[in-house]
């Protein structure tokens, strides 16, 4: 059990999810805050059955978070690479030829939604019977974002081709039950919210359907507890268990696809969306479905994370933001005392490092990584790099990202860029050569 917060931080909390439920109007509303592992504070309002974090509320499309880890799963397993045709393993789609990584970024050009009448509020079928055509390609592959509900509707399909059973028995055998999410279900069981609309200019509301979304239920099906989500929110902060690598993890936060049309900045990585809110980054997943809204968020620097859920179709501001906010004002975070450790290279080869006249640093970083960038108060290209077998180290984030550093005595080479211990070092192999005049 995570440490609770302390009593003001508590009032400050509780004053934003109240504020927040009575000006969205929302029947039922529950939040609550993530650190050291589990729920530090959390709260219902409105008409919440109690406990308030064991009433399920659908979660829409975190759904596909989850959709997204059985898929990396397969990936680690060698089952297949995110470079693979949908094709390869689903055959007989009008997006064959779009690969798996374009499906989990939302660059494959996939319709948002699928064929027929709207998915959230019919009963579903078999992917046989939406019937695909060319009209459900809408544009080229890797063009733009476009974020797309049938296209996790599919790869919800090739986990289940792969493993030989229904989406929704894989991701509860291999993702939920691993993580300890036994209350978050396909469809609602034991206490449950009712979905509701609430009427625009009255206080009253009106059910919203539920039903099996068929062949689409991978982009949005799943019903979970506010402690089951908190669960979900620890898993996105690094405590994985058995069910992804750190290191997979890592890869499903780092944007791919990137949404212009938000306010501020937004971007889609591999199944998770990245937000940019108040100098923070913020990943995790908003779900909205008729009938309800939810939202788990972390923030991995400081290692703390929010989640909310509510019943109502629409009107509430988003709210795990600001409680994050809240939380590092009240709170904020006391980092781990530095500690010495060991260089992974010799120390003669740190320091600085010229790319032409201009300077830059090579220093060692925290799990033997290097980090090459400039010198504090200039700008330029930065990354940090980690060691391959072989010797030479890749880049990990940045302007280097993929591209292979190899490390010399007398210079650096990177991506066909020579960093030289003096500007334009004519002993090193500056490309093009240095003047035999030399600087006068």
């Known amino acids: 059990m995570a440490d609770p917060v302390l009593p003001t931080t508590a009032r400050t909390l509780l004053a934003r999810t109240a504020r927040v439920q009575r000006e969205g109007r929302a029947p039922s509303l529950v939040a609550g805050v993530v650190r050291d592992g589990g729920l530090a504070w959390s709260a219902g309002r409105g008409a919440v059955a109690d406990p308030h974090t064991d009433v399920q509320y659908r979660i829409g499309s975190i759904s596909k978070t989850v959709t997204a880890v059985a898929v990396l799963r397969l990936r680690d397993e060698g089952r297949l690479d995110l470079d693979d045709p949908l094709e390869r393993h689903l055959p007989g789609t009008p997006l064959g030829d779009r690969t798996v990584g374009?499906?989990?970024?939302?660059?494959?050009?996939?319709?948002?939604?699928?064929?027929?009448?709207?998915?959230?509020?019919?009963?579903?079928?078999?992917?046989?019977?939406?019937?695909?055509?060319?009209?459900?390609?809408?544009?080229?592959?890797?063009?733009?974002?476009?974020?797309?509900n049938l296209g996790f509707g599919l790869l919800g399909e090739l986990v289940a081709r792969h493993r030989g059973r229904p989406w929704a028995e894989v991701v509860g055998a291999e993702v939920l039950a691993p993580l300890g999410m036994t209350r978050?279900?396909?469809?609602?069981?034991?206490?449950?919210?009712?979905?509701?609309?609430?009427?625009?200019?009255?206080?009253?509301?009106?059910?919203?359907p539920e039903h099996d979304a068929g062949a689409m239920a991978a982009a949005g099906q799943l019903w979970a507890t506010l402690a089951d989500l908190g669960r979900f929110a620890a898993f996105l902060l690094g405590d994985t268990g058995d069910v992804l690598s750190p290191a997979t993890l890592e890869e499903m936060t780092v944007p791919a696809g990137v949404d212009s049309a938000a306010p501020g900045w937004s971007a889609y990585g591999l199944g998770l969306q990245v937000l940019r809110v108040d100098g923070q980054t913020l990943v995790g997943h908003g779900g909205s479905m008729p009938g309800f809204l939810a939202g788990v968020f972390v923030d991995r620097a400081e290692q703390t994370g929010g989640v909310m859920m509510t019943n109502t179709t629409s009107g509430v501001e988003p709210l795990v933001p600001g409680l994050l906010?809240?939380?590092?004002?009240?709170?904020?975070?006391?980092?781990?005392?530095?500690?010495?450790?060991?260089?992974?290279?010799?120390?003669?080869?740190?320091?600085?490092?010229?790319?032409?006249?201009?300077?830059?640093?090579?220093?060692?970083?925290?799990?033997?990584?290097?980090?090459?960038?400039?010198?504090?108060?200039?700008?330029?290209?930065?990354?940090?790099?980690s060691p391959r077998a072989d010797g030479t180290w890749v880049g990990l984030d940045g302007y280097y990202a993929g591209e292979t550093l190899q490390i010399a005595p007398d210079h650096l080479d990177l991506a066909t860029f020579v960093f030289t211990r003096t500007p334009y070092d004519p002993a090193a192999p500056v490309p093009g050569g240095v003047d035999e005049a030399g600087w006068r």
Request: charged share 15%.
């Open 102 to 148: 374009h499906l989990l970024s939302h660059l494959a050009g996939a319709t948002s939604e699928s064929p027929g009448g709207w998915w959230e509020r019919v009963p579903g079928g078999s992917l046989e019977e939406l019937r695909l055509g060319a009209a459900d390609v809408v544009l080229g592959a890797a063009r733009r974002f476009h974020y797309s």
């Open 184 to 208: 978050t279900t396909p469809r609602p069981a034991g206490a449950a919210a009712s979905g509701a609309a609430v009427h625009p200019w009255a206080d009253v509301v009106l059910s919203e």
């Open 325 to 385: 906010a809240d939380l590092r004002a009240a709170e904020p975070r006391v980092v781990e005392a530095w500690t010495p450790s060991s260089a992974p290279v010799a120390l003669d080869l740190l320091g600085v490092w010229f790319w032409g006249p201009a300077p830059h640093v090579l220093r060692a970083s925290a799990g033997g990584l290097l980090h090459l960038g400039p010198l504090p108060g200039r700008t330029g290209r930065a990354s940090r790099f």
